[in-house]
């Protein structure tokens, strides 16, 4: 008997509104199971609420208040994706979900939700690849390079505003056009401060000019992001963001797991560094329209860092992003507290929620609870008061039908994971990463020659040319000096001479002293002498070319 029949059989017992939600939930193609119907406080086995797999690319949303059971879903969600050949990828923060690669642990809470699911439960460890942003933390490192992380999103994570949003577009239009490669955060500041150099001007006048005031503040976020230690997440070998899409041999999808426990006190880097990655996999992947299974369903935890004081055109991008991404096979699920820290341009995108409780112990938490409600189906639970009774592990539910169409609402007491409900051991965390066959890829970072290099360089030549020419300018203008002393000299004695007669003693005496002066200034030692005292100023600029620079007394 299918799914759908038994449901079919045994909704005939239960009360008119759960008798239309058992018949919502009814599917005949691969789906997802995600747990039993709960109605008046009663949990029942026989109606399954499930998820159609070739709905899981039409996005959706986990949230609910800390401590509700959100990751305990994502990796419920995550295994049975990887069991019908889905690959995933989660964003681990906290460092509790890295167990999805160990098996879990038979016990009697196990075995007790399990019966009362109507679960078949055993213990089942999944492939993983682990991950971590530049290599802080246990995983491969991940890194991306500037140019391809973009001013929008560079902007969002150096916290500027929109005046210098625009001018970081025009530093990376310059750079690009020029064809200094933006590696790392030297590289940017490298341009950064040619372009408001007495030589790099010139640079932007046609395009627009690059404030001095703008340039330094930012110079100053990057200095202070580098400060950070964010400078180990950019540079090379960049990462492949098509390393996310693959299988495990045995069929199963690969399950990339992020460690961001080392740097979860850098909110704004990991939260636009997963937005980077899904832009990078929308620019690379290929139109696919609908497909029975998605290629990759990517959890976006902690999102409203996210969104929080982003410009708009960061937001523009990530409702754009989320938008189009459907056609090329991936889905999204957003991860967060409540909905209302997702944007309503982006929630409307959102086809499948799973809501776990809230708390109303103040009024602001009592308006969010409200708000919450609203954004769901009319439904015959008052959801303002479930939402507040729901225990760890349960969760009000809605996703779309096989064509599409929104379910009806559903309070649910979710499956246990099969896996490790917890940290995976540190040393065979430590065991998987070494044994990847994408360690040897990515782990040794490389700096190759690029903007920081080539600016350095030119500088260099420029100084250098510039130097040489002041020293022979100054060469020329000292012997120049040196032939009007010694013909002035000659021209005097010539006049004592004529002043002091044609024949006697005097006369003599004037042509032996113009004869004497001749043969001084023509003696090679007067020669070297002149040369050593008008070249004595060309030797000390151009000492430097020679690294031997001047001592100072």
Same mark, same amino acid.
């Given at each position: ?70 990751? &305990?879903? /994502?990796? *419920?969600?995550?295994? #049975?994706?990887?069991?019908? !050949?889905?690959?995933?990828?989660? =964003? %681990?923060? $906290? @460092? ?59 902007? &969002?994570? /150096?916290? *500027?505003?929109?005046? #210098?949003?625009?001018?970081? !577009?025009?530093?990376?239009?310059? =750079? %690009?056009? $020029? @064809? ?63 390393? *996310? ?7 199963? !999808? ?300």
């Amino acid at each position: 008997m299918s799914d759908s029949e038994s449901t079919a059989e045994n909704a005939g017992v239960l009360p008119e509104p759960a008798r239309e939600i058992a018949a919502g939930y009814a599917v005949s193609g691969a789906a997802l199971d995600l747990g039993a119907l709960l109605w008046d406080g009663i949990c029942l086995p026989d109606v399954q609420i499930r998820i159609p797999l070739a709905m899981l690319n039409r996005h959706g949303l986990v949230a609910g208040a800390t401590g509700t059971g959100k990751t &305990k879903t /994502l990796q *419920l969600i995550a295994e #049975q994706l990887s069991a019908n !050949g889905v690959p995933v990828f989660l =964003a %681990d923060i $906290k @460092g509790d979900v890295s167990g999805i690669a160990a098996p879990g642990t038979p016990g009697e809470r196990v075995a007790e939700r399990a019966g009362q699911v109507g679960q078949e439960w055993r213990a089942e460890g999944f492939p993983c690849e682990f991950y971590a942003l530049g290599g802080i933390g246990p995983g491969i490192p991940l890194r991306a390079t500037v140019t391809s992380f973009g001013p929008v999103l560079l902007s &969002k994570v /150096l916290e *500027l505003n929109q005046t #210098q949003e625009q001018s970081l !577009g025009l530093i990376f239009h310059y =750079a %690009d056009a $020029k @064809g200094l490669e933006l590696v790392d955060l030297k590289d940017l500041r490298a341009v950064v401060a040619f372009l408001v150099s007495d030589t790099g001007k010139a640079e932007l006048k046609g395009i627009g000019g690059l404030s001095t005031a703008t340039a330094g503040v930012i110079l100053r976020s990057i200095t202070a992001f580098e400060q950070q230690g964010a400078g180990d997440f950019f540079g090379e070998p960049e990462f492949d963001t098509a390393e *996310l899409l693959r299988q495990a041999p045995d069929g199963r !999808g690969l399950v990339s797991v992020l460690e961001l426990a080392a740097v979860q006190d850098k909110p704004q880097l990991f939260s636009t560094f997963l937005m980077w990655l899904l832009a990078d996999l929308f620019h690379d992947l290929p139109e696919v329209g609908d497909l029975d299974r998605p290629k990759l369903v990517f959890f976006f935890d902690e999102a409203h860092l996210l969104f929080d004081g982003a410009s708009k055109a960061f937001l523009e991008s990530i409702t754009r992003t989320v938008r189009l991404i459907r056609s090329k096979g991936i889905g999204i699920f957003f991860v967060t507290q409540t909905p209302r820290d997702v944007p309503a341009e982006v929630l409307a995108q959102l086809g499948n929620r799973v809501q776990h409780a809230l708390r109303a112990f103040t009024p602001d938490d009592a308006k969010a609870l409200r708000s919450t409600v609203k954004t769901f189906p009319n439904s015959p639970y008052d959801l303002e008061e479930l939402l507040t009774r729901l225990g760890i592990g349960e969760a009000v539910i809605t996703v779309l039908s096989e064509n599409g169409a929104p379910r009806p609402v559903a309070a649910t007491r979710l499956r246990a994971p099969r896996s490790l409900m917890g940290p995976c051991p540190a040393a065979e965390l430590d065991a998987a990463v070494k044994g990847s066959p994408l360690y040897g890829s990515y782990a040794q970072a490389v700096d190759r020659e690029s903007a920081y290099e080539k600016l350095s360089a030119g500088q260099e030549a420029e100084r250098r040319a510039a130097e040489a020419k002041t020293a022979a300018t100054a060469a020329r203008a000292a012997e120049a000096a040196d032939r009007a002393a010694v013909e002035e000299a000659v021209r005097g004695e010539r006049v004592r001479g004529r002043a002091g007669g044609g024949g006697g003693a005097g006369g003599k005496a004037a042509e032996e002293d113009a004869s004497l002066v001749e043969q001084v200034v023509r003696s090679g030692m007067f020669r070297s002498l002149a040369r050593s005292v008008g070249t004595q100023l060309g030797r000390e600029i151009s000492r430097s070319l020679f690294g031997t620079a001047r001592r100072r007394r």
